[in-house]
């Protein structure tokens, strides 16, 4: 026959008074944790003891209960209630809640102590938000949450920005569906439909960490930081009705503005208001772009001004500084170092002066009625003016002089070659030209039909890789003396003996400086336009300029290697490399003087050895991989790092392959066929275009993504790439 359940007996409880407690050498806890001792002594002053001590009674040498009590489980309530009572808040002998155990009870002290902190479990973090939402739906401020529960306002403000999360996105969080780390990143954006594409989009996918939910989630938006933004402001925008992405959870810059055409609508606006307030200077033209793009004050001739004088106010404070930095230098001079004070007030007199120093430039008034203005946006989002540029068309000719037309055979350029590229589009009331706006935008159009084809790379593409490659000849022939000669004598040499014009070189012998209409926002920060640029400065301020007959005895007493290196210098700025549209209808460039130029640029890259990989061009997302179809990133991949590789990729969306395969052709030398030299081939005799990585051809060297190589031990990962 069966026991029958015996009946459960509780301890009873009873109140003790607090003289009467005290702790006991049972008690598991050692460490402190948690919410701190005085903490916790507030909260029971504000809402009372919440919960009971634990106690035993203790008995003397001889087994009599003596009338106080220990306590095994509960000590940090009683440490607070003693903090109370030495703050004369709490009286001595208040009555205790307690549960009261049996000194002959079978379980040990030491078992209770440890059960009581063991079967403890934590408040869900959703449920603590759902607390914290209920209880300022009934009245209570983030404060007042805060101060409650002895936590940071911050605190209360993220968990309560946890409602602009999907209530089906909490369900998949309250079910450990998701981390708490990415629920927190769908609290960028309140759009609830946003979300949950976002959540289908990655929640089987191999990438779904936080980084990447926000990036998806703002993927649209412009960063705070962004110097458009800075420019602006975020209040400007916001007043004019934009919206701001802000992450509580993690350092933001300042969020997201959510509205990119609002933004470059206020840009632009306020560029202009800035180029209106200008014109009142007498300028003939003004123009106003967010981007300038490189080389756009070539072929302009800039004015030379004089500095303004300073008033008698600005010469005595620069007197008064001057005096003051003499006197700490003649002071400290016998010291090996400044201290750290005079250090720093020294830089600050050396700013203040230079301040003082930097005068604005004053131009003849005739000058100002035939030049212009370039208004645009620093690195940094300050306003930048660069002022005085006179295009030639504006330059005072006699009026005897015959235009025959000379100039308008530029190879590939029409009749503007060496001019500026703007042109006007507004007048303000003053009588100055304003244009706004900068180069054309060319159409990307959406993701090609992915049958399989290898199609062509789209012409603008083609136009800003030679763009690249046209300024990486510049820079290669303007250190390459002897292959710049060599080049001059051919073109000569062509054009004297040929009976017909030798169109289509790559060399415009005039020589005229090739603009490139067509380029990416990352030329004018390259590797090779800063070395073009240090290079033509540094000649700039060696020539004496502006004189002729002094330029002609600095250049006939200049030694040899000197004339050759100047030489190669002036004739690298009509390298033209470029790719550009065919005009069947006779202006611009024909089709056959296209390809001549371009076996002729082949040519030069050969004798310089041009290598773009050196030259510091990379497949990044934004500059090629994000501009071709899927079957060009698999290519690049492939070429570069075998087959295994791009397998690995196959299967994942285009915004997720291109930044996959920014990742492996890091550092891989990979290059597309419009950069590669063709006549370099592989070792062995095999011929391999350059750039197709040294890794092709090598199935068992696969360079596997981060999640798939996430801790596995090396012999699963050498296993896994086998497969």
Known sequence: MAKAAQNVILSPSRDIPFDKLVLSQSNVRRIKAGVSVEELAEDIARRGLLQGLNVRPVLDADGVETGTFEIPAGGRRFQALSLLVKQKRLAKTAPIPCIVRDAAFEILAEDDSLAENMQRVALHPLDQFRAFQALREKGQGEAAIAAAFFVTPQIVKQRLKLASVAPALLEVYAEDGMTLEQLMAFTVNTDHARQGQVWDAV???????????????????????????????????????????????????????????????????????????????????????????????????????????????????????????????????????????????????????????????????????????????????????????????????????????????????????????????????????????????????????????????????????????????????????????????????????????????????????????????????????????????????????????????????????????????????????????????????????????????????????????????????????????KTRILEAVREAKGEGNAQLLDHLKKGEMATEAERLLKGSGWLPEVLRRADLVARDGEAIAEGQGEDAGQPDDIDLPAFLMADLPDSNASMLAAE
């Open 203 to 629: 929640k089987n996918s191999w990438n779904k960490e936080p980084y990447a939910i926000r990036r998806m989630l703002t993927e649209t938006s412009v960063r705070a930081s962004d110097r458009r933004a800075v420019f602006v402001g975020v209040d400007a925008y916001e007043a004019a009705g934009g919206v701001v992405l802000r992450d509580l959870f993690q350092g933001d810059d300042g969020g997201w503005l959510e509205d990119p055409a609002l933004l470059d609508r206020l840009v632009t606006k306020k560029l202009e208001t800035e180029a209106e307030a200008l014109a009142s200077e007498g300028w003939k033209w003004i123009e106003v772009a967010t981007d300038l793009p490189y080389g756009y004050s070539h072929g302009l001739r800039g004015l030379a001004g004089d500095p303004a004088p300073m008033t008698d106010e600005e010469s005595a404070a620069r007197a008064t500084l001057l005096a003051e930095y003499r006197a700490l230098v003649e002071e400290y001079s016998g010291q090996d170092e400044y201290p750290e004070e005079i250090g720093a007030r020294l830089g600050v007199l050396e700013m203040s002066m230079e301040a003082l120093e930097q005068r604005p430039l004053i131009y003849d008034p005739a000058e100002i009625e035939r030049a212009g203005v370039f208004v645009t946006l620093d690195r940094d989002g300050s306003l930048a003016i660069y002022r005085g540029y006179v295009r030639p068309e504006d330059e005072p000719r006699e009026e005897t002089a015959v235009h025959d037309g000379d100039d308008a055979d530029a190879i590939g350029q029409g009749g503007d070659v060496g001019l500026s590229s703007w042109k006007p589009s507004a007048t303000s009331a003053g009588g100055t030209v304003i244009t706004s706006g900068g180069q054309p935008i060319g159409t990307d159009s959406s993701e090609d039909e992915e049958d399989g084809a290898l199609k062509p790379l789209p012409e603008r593409l083609v136009m800003e890789l030679t763009a690249h490659r046209t300024l990486a000849l510049r820079e290669a022939i303007g250190r390459s003396p002897d292959v710049a000669l060599t080049l001059l004598l051919l073109k000569l040499v062509t054009d004297t003996f040929r009976t017909s014009s030798a169109s289509g070189s790559c060399l415009e012998a005039s020589v005229r400086h090739v603009y490139m209409s067509a380029q990416a926002p990352d030329l004018k920060d390259s590797v090779v336009a800063k070395l073009v640029d240090e290079r033509h400065a540094a000649w700039e301020a060696e020539l004496p300029l502006g004189d002729d007959d002094a330029l002609w005895d600095y250049l006939s007493v200049l030694d040899q290697g000197s004339r050759l290196a100047l030489l190669a210098h002036c004739l690298s700025f009509g390298i033209n490399a470029l790719h550009e549209k065919v005009n069947p209808y006779g202006a611009g460039i024909s089709a056959t003087g296209l390809t001549r130029r371009m076996a002729h640029a082949d040519l030069v890259a050969r004798a310089v050895d041009l290598d773009m990989v050196e030259a510091g061009w990379e497949p990044t997302v934004d500059g090629y991989l994000n501009r071709v179809p």
